[in-house]
Nanobody, 123 residues
Framework: QVQLVESGGGLVQAGGSLRLSCAAS????????MGWFRQAPGKEREFVAA????????YYVDFVKGRATISRDIAKNTMYLQMNRLEPEDTAVYYC????????????????WGQGTQVTVSS
């Protein structure tokens, strides 16, 4: 069974930082893309960042470029999203996901999803 478990969310003041983690288990992820999406109340789920598990190529949506860094520790089967200079607009549930192929930015490409971790940024 494949399991993705997010952690690291919480309440932070604007301008602060959080480091989200996604612990993956159940299979090897060679050839997969692993990514982060977020969803605010009443909004559609949107792409944040992704990384090619084996090659390490990274992808970011424009609104987090320069503020976020995605990385992974292959030995630990864990993916991270370091977010700095957080803004209230970043408030959302953040989900990690894994997919084998397709459009990196499309949530429908991802086969496996975690339960999400809440990020709340206060003004």
């Amino acid at each position: 069974q494949v399991q993705l478990v997010e952690s690291g969310g919480g309440l932070v003041q604007a301008g602060g930082s959080l480091r989200l983690s996604c612990a993956a288990s159940g299979r090897t992820f060679s050839g997969y893309t692993m990514g982060w999406f977020r969803q605010a109340p009443g909004k559609e789920r949107e792409f944040v960042a992704a990384i090619r598990w084996s090659g390490g190529a990274t992808y970011y949506v424009d609104f987090v470029k320069g503020r976020a860094t995605i990385s992974r520790d292959i030995a630990k089967n864990t993916m991270y999203l370091q977010m700095n200079r957080l803004e209230p607009e970043d408030t959302a549930v953040y989900y990690c996901a894994a997919g084998l192929r397709g459009d990196t930015y499309n949530p429908r490409m991802y086969n496996y999803w975690g339960q999400g971790t809440q990020v709340t940024v206060s003004s």
